[in-house]
């Protein structure tokens, strides 16, 4: 099972790749995982990935290829997570796995509405004592965290529309481009998080 994984911020994506390839044995491969490993680890890829941070810069698709292809060159099941986010990063995905003699089995697309995405982050809130996340409305705080409960920035409605925006601009053509060959299952993100595993489960055959 080699299979990519992506949708609009809010969505569930890191959680449902994590429960599927807990359920699968698969391996979840975060590429923003990745990134922070490298440069904490100090190695030369680290540091140059490092100073495109620092610049404010990109890391260039080449970089995160190079850096991912050993994770997905180790074994046959996994799950790609943050890459890619466009039709080139596809495209250099594609070629990569093909130097490395294998496919993608299928591109899962996450979709819920805009609103309901912007209702899911803009209602989240953090406890600075205790570090727990926790939902104005689905998920208020228990009694015994005291708090004080703090919005991030990135989580206003400005800013969350601001990221749909790009995603929908630069992310959402993928399903075009995946469909094309055959591989796109989407998903109803809206849906409970079990309800959405077993959705995807089914969709890459292993339902058990």
Known sequence: MRVV???PQGAG???????IAQ???AEHISTGDLV???I???SELGQKIQEYNDRGDLVPDEIIIEMAKPYLAQTDAWLLDGFPRNEAQAKALDDALGDLGFGLDA???MEAPDD???ERLSGRRASESTGRIYHVEHDPPPEDDPGPFTQRNDDTEEAIRHRLEIYHEQTEPLKDYYDERGILVSVDATKSIPEVTEEVLRAVGEDG
Do not use: H, P
Not at 13 to 19: V, Y
């Open 107 to 109: 591109a899962i697309a």
């Open 36 to 38: 922070r490993a490298e």
């Open 13 to 19: 994506k890191g959680t449902q790749a994590q429960r």
């Open 23 to 25: 359920k699968t044995g």
């Open 40 to 42: 904490k680890s100090d």
């Open 5 to 7: 994984i992506f949708g």
């Open 116 to 118: 309901a995405l912007v």
